[in-house]
């Protein structure tokens, strides 16, 4: 096993934490309820610390700065998942989108508990200990909303059917996965998403919530197709858009010191 | 005007076992566990904390500020203040 195959795991998993905070942040001044513009705030930040923990830990591996990543990568060269770069929508997708991430991020997070690379191994405890309340509160939000009233109900079930396969995008393999996985680091993109889709749907439907999927016993049918193309930098203009925007400042004086 | 956000708890917090938990705000909520999870992202994150009580704003009795002879002195009555003693703060 080869560095750069971690290494580009690693920028994958970070990609996706540092715009997917970007877009939690967008709700910043704007959320249609106070503590909620505060809980994504928080929300916002934690998902860039975590971005900034693995861009670190894939530059000991030989990686680039984590400024270099963030702030001066051009965006064709991010692989974070299509999902994440979406426009944040209404809340209704907003809330969605999150507690689909946050399902997926536990189980991947899971999984490394077992990863042969210990560094990884210990991140991934670190970053579930807070991830396990982003879930709490994003799994509360479908809970409530998905039955609350007829709008709220609409709203949530037209979120689903957008973000569903987008979401699964988060499962697109990275290139050198396969061997990751041969040397005991990484688990099967396939099993994670199995183990996702047995988080998530039966948490849907008790929500009163339908996704495009069926689970039969320990195989599934999907319905939808998955939103890949992220992971191999086939990337839509939405991207452009917010790394263009979150790169504005940075790029007004490269290497400054606040 | 009416509130048009959700109903209102108010947060006590504990900094130390042992110590009284404190009133420190008021948040939104649609039930009591989103309530101590929107107190915790407020007043936790930056004050140490152990422990959170919520509790409906419309369930706490209170007294009338427009009845000042609720807890009125009108005669001496400081035989009764404790003033003969220190009491130590509990650890």
């Known amino acids: 096993m080869s560095n750069d195959s971690l290494i580009s795991y690693l920028t994958a998993l970070a990609d996706d934490e540092f715009i997917l905070g970007h877009r939690d942040s967008e709700w910043t001044g704007y959320a249609p309820i106070l503590e909620e513009d505060i809980a994504f705030s928080n929300i916002a930040q934690d998902e860039i610390g975590h971005a900034l923990a693995l861009y670190e830990l894939a530059q000991s591996l030989g990686g680039k700065h984590p400024d270099a990543m963030g702030f001066e990568r051009p965006w064709k060269e991010f692989a974070c998942s299509r999902f994440v770069t979406y426009p944040k929508g209404d809340f209704a997708y907003t809330v969605v989108r999150q507690y689909l991430y946050d399902a997926a991020e536990q189980v991947r997070m899971k999984a490394h508990a077992a990863s042969a690379f210990v560094p990884l191994r210990n991140l991934s405890e670190k970053i579930l200990a807070e991830e396990a309340y982003h879930l709490m509160h994003s799994k509360g939000l479908v809970e409530r909303l998905g039955n609350a009233t007829e709008e709220s109900h609409r709203r949530m079930q037209a979120a689903v059917d957008t973000a569903f396969p987008q979401a699964l995008g988060l499962f697109e393999p990275v290139q050198g996965t396969e061997k990751l996985v041969e040397a005991g680091v990484a688990r099967p993109e396939s099993e994670l998403m199995h183990a996702w889709l047995e988080a998530v749907v039966p948490t849907l439907e008790s929500s009163g919530l339908q996704s495009p999927v069926r689970i039969k016993g320990s195989t599934y049918e999907l319905s939808c197709k998955p939103g890949y193309g992220g992971r191999v930098g086939n990337h839509t203009e939405h991207l452009e858009q917010i790394v263009a925007d979150l790169q504005h400042v940075y790029k007004m004086a490269p290497g400054g010191n606040w | ?91």
């Open chain 2, 1 to 91: 005007m009416s509130d048009t956000q959700w109903e209102t708890y108010e947060v006590f917090h504990q900094s130390r076992r042992g110590k009284p938990h404190e009133h420190v705000g008021s948040v939104h909520a649609p039930d009591p566990q989103m309530a101590l999870q929107m107190a915790r992202d407020q007043f936790a994150r930056r004050l140490e904390c152990v422990s959170l009580w919520v509790v409906r704003s419309k369930d706490i009795t209170q007294t009338d500020y427009q009845d000042p002879n609720f807890f009125a002195r009108s005669f001496d009555k400081s035989y009764r203040d404790p003033k003969a003693f220190d009491a130590p703060e509990k650890e």
